[in-house]
């Protein structure tokens, strides 16, 4: 219940004087708002130019100069780059990377970087700063890797990733696959931001192997800009835990055959070498191999300031040659789980490896502590195959980084499941470690193998288990048959933490418009068909893919029912030259690719069964690698054409069709 009491005129006067010095106030406020709002462009004109620090390493000042392109394609008017303190200092600007001035400017802002890759956006109404924690050394910006030249390395990117960031997170870009048609910019009459201030630093700090194809360094792929844009290439955990003997069996064996693993006929032959001398087993036990070891890695750091870890994995073929000497076996766990080993002429069950591979790289990890004090450096080991299950009793040292081959991802539940519990029960152990899974099959022919919403998950448990990078094997850039997986994965990997639904919402609208309904509808149908492929058939096979499993999973009822959502799409999408429909055109590439692809593998079957005399079949075959050719000449980023047809002559799916697949190597745009 409201009292009224009366007011004397005194106070009424008090009142009307109050309230009205509370409505000028608001007054004030208000407009003191509007001149507090920072604008950066408006009605085609540039007004804040951008000011990068001196010096700027190449990549930074790379993204600097993308970031005025990417303002003049969403506000109309390109901001003018200036490289060091300008005078007179402008009243506005975009201030990119760490500058003394910005301390003046923003005094209530914390420029200290507490986390690694951290990135600061922060506006005050006046003045945007973009920056991150950068490092870098200039005595060694050009690296050579094992793929190639990199020109610009740095040991942290943080503002070039916190402007990529601005990019999708205020100014709304999207780049939803390679090339000009996957970019998606909002165009506006005005550019302009309140006072905000955002933080962020990456969970997965590795991230440039999920798409190795165009890694940093790496030419094979056709998605070099795509995944720089995305926030993967450019990352700040080197990790090494690939098989790391594949050459000791030529240099070494015939000086040094005590290196190599003790075999059960007494001989240290290298097995399987000489056939297969990369895939030699070493004597992990023995402390020669311990020094070798340590004098390659010293030799590594005198050109390669970058390197920090050095792998000390034993080479491919997990379940071959082994050492069996002593004190090798002294390291290994008798509760472990029995596996089948083979060596010359023998095979037999023995315990799982887990507990010797941690002896072994704690091992090295102390030694590596004494010969390079002050260094902080890892040995890196896969947890693969007869050791993909955590050790029993062992655990990893604070330098030693385990890298899980956890399959997790596009197999059946089961597997899911079973892989998970391999990643959680060493992250359970150690807090140094990522995720490396290792996958083929029919992705790898460029068939939809899609499973964004178990990805989704996937990545989310990565994170809340302490992940600290991934590294795809088998990514392949086929954008026409896995643009929302490929999308998701990035997305994903640079914040596990997002509404996945959502941002696949916003995928679908802003690529496709009127049409989005119907291509979320195709993609979920053929996330659906992969399922049941998964689950038919128990695993993705590699080249000996189940074919029943795969004719059951993408039947006549589900092509037709795909064929009918992208007809409705196309008419959905308009006029052929709207880039809507473009992009309904590029996931129809796929689609019609998928339809012969599918017919091929049940073609090549009966080509085989005959050997080659149905000449209907070979008749069916040819037309369709045809029209796969053409469909990858009119899209030439939709599959990485070369690696898949090298990869379907592998499996024989080539074989007597007749067809001449070859294409000469070109660049295609990225």
């Not at 999708?168 to 048609?181: H, N, S």
């Not at 989005?516 to 993705?540: C, K, P, V």
């Not at 069964?609 to 939709?638: F, T």
């Given at each position: 219940m409201y009292k009224i009491v009366s007011l004397s005129a005194g106070s009424a006067r008090f009142l009307f004087i109050t309230?009205?010095?509370?409505?000028?106030?608001?007054?004030?406020?208000?407009?003191?708002?509007?001149?507090?709002?920072?604008v950066l462009a408006d009605k085609g004109k540039s007004l804040a130019p951008v000011i990068i620090f001196s010096n700027a390493p190449p990549y930074t000042r790379r993204a600097a100069d993308e970031l005025a392109v990417y303002i003049e394609k969403v506000g109309g008017a390109k901001p003018q780059v200036i490289e060091g303190l300008p005078e007179p200092v402008p009243e506005h600007a975009i201030w990119v990377g760490f500058q003394p001035k910005l301390k003046e400017l923003f005094p209530k802002v914390d420029f200290e970087f507490k986390h690694p890759e951290e990135i600061l956006i922060a506006c005050d109404g006046n003045n945007l700063a973009i920056l991150g924690k950068d490092r870098w050394d200039t005595n060694h910006f050009v690296v050579v890797t094992r793929r190639g030249t990199v020109e610009g390395k740095q040991f942290e990117y943080g503002t070039i990733n916190a402007i990529y960031t601005f990019l999708?997170?205020?100014?709304?870009?999207?780049?939803?696959?390679?090339?000009?048609?996957g970019e998606d910019v909002v165009k506006k009459n005005k550019i302009a931001f309140a006072p905000f201030e955002y933080r962020y630093h990456p969970q997965f700090r590795h991230r440039g192997g999920i798409f190795r194809l165009s890694a940093l360094g790496d030419n094979r792929g056709h998605s070099f800009d795509w995944v720089r844009l995305q926030r993967l290439q450019l990352d700040s955990l080197f990790v090494d835990c690939s098989h790391a003997y594949t050459d000791w069996w030529e240099k070494y064996f015939t000086n040094h055959p005590d290196y190599f693993a003790l075999q059960p006929d007494g001989t240290r032959s290298g097995f399987p070498a000489p056939q297969e001398p990369a895939k030699a087993k070493i004597c992990q036990a023995n402390p020669a191999v311990w020094t070798q070891w340590l004098d390659n890695v010293a030799d590594t750091l005198q050109s390669n300031v970058y390197q920090t870890m050095f792998s000390a994995s034993p080479n491919d073929s997990y379940n071959r040659g082994h050492c069996i000497c002593e004190k090798c076996r002294a390291w290994d766990n008798p509760d472990g789980e029995m596996l089948v080993y083979t060596w010359q002429g023998l095979s037999q069950e023995y315990v799982a490896l887990s507990d010797r591979q941690v002896n072994f790289a704690n091992t090295l990890g102390k030694l590596m502590k004494e010969r390079f004090p002050g260094k902080e450096l890892y040995v890196g080991m896969h947890a693969y195959g007869h050791y993909r299950a955590p050790p029993i009793k062992a655990v990893p040292d604070d330098n030693v980084f385990i890298s899980s081959v956890a399959n997790m991802f596009l197999v059946n539940q089961e597997a899911r499941a079973q892989h998970k519990a391999f990643f959680k029960g060493w992250a359970d152990k150690t807090k140094n470690i990522m995720c490396r899974p290792n996958i083929g099959g029919y992705n790898e022919l460029g068939l939809p193998v899609v499973a964004i919403k178990n990805m989704i998950e996937d990545f989310r448990f990565l994170a809340d288990n302490h992940c600290a990078g991934l590294y795809f094997d088998t990514i392949w850039e086929h954008w026409a048959t896995h643009g929302p997986l490929y999308y998701a994965m990035a997305q994903m990997a640079w914040d596990p933490w997002q509404d996945g639904k959502g941002m696949m919402e916003d995928y679908y609208r802003r690529g496709f418009g009127p049409a989005?309904?119907?291509?979320?509808?195709?993609?979920?149908?053929?996330?659906?068909?992969?399922?049941?492929?998964?689950?038919?058939?128990?695993?993705?096979g590699r080249k000996d893919s189940r074919h029943s499993a795969l004719q059951e999973a993408y039947n006549h009822a589900l092509m037709a029912k795909a064929d009918e959502l992208l007809g409705n799409a196309a008419?959905?999408?308009?006029?052929?030259?709207?880039?809507?429909?473009?992009?309904?055109?590029?996931?129809c590439a796929g689609?019609?690719?998928?339809?012969?692809?599918?017919?091929?593998?049940?073609?090549?079957?009966?080509?085989?069964?005959?050997?080659?005399?149905?000449?209907?079949?070979?008749?069916?075959?040819?037309?369709?690698?045809?029209?796969?050719?053409?469909?990858?000449?009119?899209?030439?980023?939709?599959?990485?054409?070369?690696?898949?047809?090298?990869?379907?002559?592998?499996?024989?799916?080539?074989?007597?069709?007749?067809?001449?697949?070859?294409?000469?190597?070109?660049?295609?745009?990225?």
């Open positions: 309230a009205g010095c509370w409505m000028l106030a608001f007054f004030f406020t208000a407009n003191s708002s509007a001149r507090d709002e920072l999708q997170k205020y100014l709304d870009v999207r780049w939803l696959w390679p090339g000009e048609l989005a309904g119907e291509i979320s509808e195709y993609w979920s149908l053929m996330e659906q068909a992969h399922s049941d492929f998964s689950e038919r058939s128990g695993t993705l008419k959905k999408a308009g006029d052929p030259d709207s880039v809507y429909r473009k992009r309904v055109d590029f996931v689609f019609f690719f998928t339809r012969c692809m599918v017919q091929n593998i049940d073609l090549a079957e009966k080509i085989g069964r005959d050997q080659g005399g149905d000449k209907e079949a070979v008749a069916r075959a040819r037309a369709n690698w045809e029209q796969v050719k053409k469909i990858c000449d009119d899209h030439p980023l939709a599959f990485n054409y070369n690696f898949m047809i090298g990869r379907a002559t592998e499996s024989g799916l080539l074989k007597d069709a007749g067809v001449d697949m070859k294409k000469k190597k070109g660049k295609t745009k990225k």
